[in-house]
Every structure is written in C-alpha cells, then in structure tokens.
C-alpha cells in the first residue's frame, strides 16, 4: 500500500456519504493518479486545461475529470468532449461558450457558478450581488447544452479560521437561498487546509490535493 492509496481509504473513511471527494491532481504525474485510482478514486480535479487533456488521453476512460480553475474560453473546445465537471464558471460569456462547445459533441456539460467570498481581490467569481440576477440571465439566455448544478467558493488563505467559516457561511446562505428554484445540489468548498470546516458549514463537495498527493513544488515564474 502506498502513501497515496493510504491517503485516499483515509478520506473515504472520513468523509459523510454526501460529501464528494475531488482528488486534485494538478502538477502530479500519472503514476500517482494510478495509485489513487486503483484505491478506489474516480473523480480527479485539474486547473489547466491543456494539462488535464493529456491526462485525460492516456488515463483510464471511467476517471471523471473536473475543471477547478479558472477557464479560458478559448480552450473550452479542448476539454468539452470529456469534462464532468467545470467548477469555475464566472461569467455568462464563459457560460455560453461552454454551451456552444458541448453542443458540438450532442452533450451537456455539468457546471458550477464561482462566487467571490474571499478577501483577496486576486480570486475569481460573481460577487454576492451579482449572484442576485445570474440565475435569471442564465434562464432567459435559454443554454440547452449546459446544466448549471451548484456554486464552487475559495475561502481567503488564511490562518483565521473564524474568517474561512464567515467565507463559507454566505457561500452556503447563497446556495440555500437559489437551491430549490435552480434545482442546485452541489457546494463546492473546502480543501487541504479547511475541508473539515467546510463539510461543518454545508460543502458537498471537497477538493484536496496536498493532503492526498504531498505538497506541489513551488511554481517556478
Ligand atoms: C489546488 C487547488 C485545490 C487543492 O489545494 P490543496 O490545498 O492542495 O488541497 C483546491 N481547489 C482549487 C481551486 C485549487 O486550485
């Protein structure tokens, strides 16, 4: 048994039957993906699209992989015959776009609204107030090809965990308040640092990297 498989009994272990595990495997070989599939793990978490495609190619076909990142639209083609899951959708151009691409290959594409709940100017997402009018956008905008499933949120990085639990109650409070007239089943928030919190405050969906593959090395500019 390696550390890897180790890694994933651990949080199958440890997670609620509702609560998905997204096994984030960005800047990690396929040999370590391998491990974790062969424990068991299916759904695997990329943020760059050409990165994911090559994994993609090679790997087994019943991996279910998920866009975490922030999505160009130009390369929405590459990943549109394959994707389960974009968790990073933060505009309605990228909306459309990612109908149009599905649309060629007779899909629907899975996808969740990013909401801006940290303090940090530098992440990505509707802020609250958008979220007000982006369900009725979305319906008059008529996108048979995609189907919105819930709403993905990155707590501020920090220590203060008093401030992550504040982040992911209004990303909750949102997801309570649109879940029923958009059909919303999936919260996405949590990873290494703050899963635990975050399955505390409502998540469904966790996605964790260092803590099942080891620490990235530090992204050479
Ligand atoms: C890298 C990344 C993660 C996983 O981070 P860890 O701290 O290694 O668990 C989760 N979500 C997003 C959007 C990421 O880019």
């Known amino acids: 048994m390696t550390d890897i498989q180790n890694n994933i009994l651990f949080f199958q272990k440890q997670l609620p039957s509702d609560v998905d595990l997204v ?83 007779q899909r629907t594409i899975d996808c969740l609204l990013q909401v801006h709940i940290a303090q940090e100017s530098t992440k990505f997402g509707f802020d609250e107030r958008e979220m007000e009018h982006v369900f009725g956008e979305i319906s008059e905008n008529n996108l048979t090809n995609v189907r919105v499933v819930g709403l993905m949120g990155m707590a501020s990085y920090t220590s203060n965990m008093e401030q992550v639990k504040s982040e992911f109650l209004v990303l909750k409070k949102l997801f309570d308040r649109h879940k029923n007239a958009s059909s919303l089943s999936v919260l996405s928030m949590g990873m290494s640092g703050d899963y635990q919190l975050a399955i505390a405050c409502g998540s469904t969906m966790v996605r964790v990297g260092s803590l099942i593959f080891g620490e990235r090395k530090p992204l050479v500019q």
């Not at 992989?65 to 309605?92: C, E, F, P, T």
């Open 23 to 105: 096994a984030v495997s960005k800047t990690k070989p396929n040999e370590d993906i391998l491990q974790a599939y062969e424990a068991g793990q299916r759904i695997f978490g990329e943020n760059k699209i050409q990165e994911m495609s090559q994994k993609q190619a090679t790997l087994p076909k019943d991996i279910e992989w998920h866009m975490i990142g922030h999505v160009q639209r130009n390369k929405v083609k590459y990943m549109a015959s394959y994707v389960s899951l974009v968790h990073g959708v933060d505009s309605i151009k990228l909306l459309k776009e990612i109908n149009k691409q599905a649309s060629k290959h």
